[in-house]
């Protein structure tokens, strides 16, 4: 089992699969109770060759301004099914100077949506139903209504990703370690899956029952379908045939035994990429081969926890590449980190304290000026201006309180 079924509890355990209507599971039970320079490089990589329906939903607030000058949306994932969760996904708008929260209601009729991702056109919101029988929900920006949900043909689904073209959802299964792909039609509706790949090989790693896909991405060219598995300490590397939206294996990429992989981030050069490693607390530089879709995972350095009880959660780094951040659970820290040689190596900076418990997510707004980062156990979406030059972090305002805050998403 991994460090999250024993820990946050994320694993495929049997209280998970006793719980069809995704009840309080491992990994939400520990999720809700519960100055160091490093510098490691990897070789420069190759150079490239040249479902069911949802019912009707009225909105329970109108949609906050959009204007460039005025306040943007925030939409916040939560858990519906455990004691003090959400009812829905949380509504919010955000100041993108100070930085301050103002809620303004819940989009009800989406369970358990613990994970968010927008459409590059920016019309359409989708939720993972991180439930036993997961499911991926589409809801249109323009009026909040629900356009349906699909299922994703596995168990516990905690990650999804639009593929840049707009045409494919991507989505990730933790409990059975699938992924699977959904159409996207011109509405931004959600079309019945076209596939579905489960992770049989490598065997499980160390303390591990099975596969755990933990994230899904496409690489910044376009051209791969990257999968994390935390199980199997395995990055899975895919081609999309993006005619039949039907994925091929063609790379994998294995972590020492353990590690626990969760979260892949890219540096926008497209050659390297960044890992975090859930279950040994530490990050990897990480070469990638556009060509081939290959990655070659670097040694381990360290994430600022010290040595304490500490599980990473996700990687950032800056649009231009110069910064990246870390979010600590158990630590309840954002580690900073230089970018330096072109993405080739990671210097650690040193943490800044979160100003919540358990950090579960981090994401930056669409023009990098702040950080906003979701925290699991306290229910709090704390947000950090963001220095350009420095890569410093400075807290904007008092924490947003949110139930069981599992993701933010600024727009």
Request: aromatic content about 6%.
């Amino acid at each position: 089992m991994d460090t999250e079924a024993r820990t946050e509890g994320r694993g495929s355990s049997p209280a998970r699969r006793d719980r069809e209507r995704g009840g309080w599971t491992r990994r939400r039970f520990v999720g809700a109770v519960a100055g160091t320079a490093a510098v490691v490089a990897v070789p420069s990589p190759a150079a490239p060759p040249a479902d069911r329906e949802a019912p009707e939903h009225r909105p329970e607030a109108a949609p906050p301004p959009r204007g460039p000058s005025g306040p943007r949306p925030l939409y916040v994932g939560t858990y519906t099914s455990v004691e003090g969760g959400g009812t829905g996904i949380g509504l919010a708008s955000y100041d993108p100077e100070s930085g301050r929260i103002t809620g303004s209601g819940t989009l009800g009729g989406v369970p358990d949506p613990s994970y968010l991702a927008v459409h590059p056109d920016g019309r359409t919101l989708y939720a993972v139903d991180e439930r036993q029988d997961g499911g991926v929900t589409a809801v249109r920006l323009a009026d909040r209504r629900v356009l349906g949900t699909r299922s994703t043909g596995g168990a516990g689904p905690c990650h999804l990703s639009v593929h840049p073209s707009g045409r494919w959802l991507l989505s990730a299964n933790y409990g059975s370690g699938s992924v699977a792909v959904h159409p996207v039609d011109a509405t931004g509706a959600l079309g019945e899956r076209t596939d579905l790949v489960t992770h049989g090989s490598p065997p499980p790693g160390p303390g591990q029952q099975g596969p755990h896909a933990h994230q899904v991405l496409t690489s910044p060219d376009g051209g791969h379908v990257l999968a994390v598995d935390l199980g199997t300490d395995t990055v899975y590397t895919y081609r999309l045939d993006q005619a039949k939206g039907t994925l091929s294996e063609v790379a994998q990429a294995h972590t020492r035994p353990g590690a626990g992989p969760r979260h892949l981030t890219f540096h926008p050069g497209g050659r390297y990429a960044y890992l975090a490693n859930e279950v040994d607390d530490t990050v990897a530089v990480c070469g990638y081969d556009p060509g081939t879709g290959r990655l070659t995972i670097g040694e381990p350095q360290p994430t600022g926890s010290r040595g304490g009880t500490n599980y990473p959660a996700q990687i950032l780094v800056t649009a231009d590449g110069r910064y990246a951040f870390l979010a600590n659970r158990g630590h309840n820290s954002l580690a900073r980190y230089a970018v330096e040689a072109g993405g080739a190596r990671l210097r650690l900076l040193g943490t800044v304290p979160v100003g919540g418990d358990f950090p579960r997510q981090i994401a930056f707004a669409p023009d990098g000026r702040l950080l906003f980062a979701a925290n699991q156990r306290s229910g709090t979406v704390t947000v950090f201006h963001v220095d350009p030059d420095s890569g410093g972090l400075r807290p904007a305002g008092e924490p947003f309180v949110s139930p069981v805050a599992v993701c933010a998403l600024p727009l």
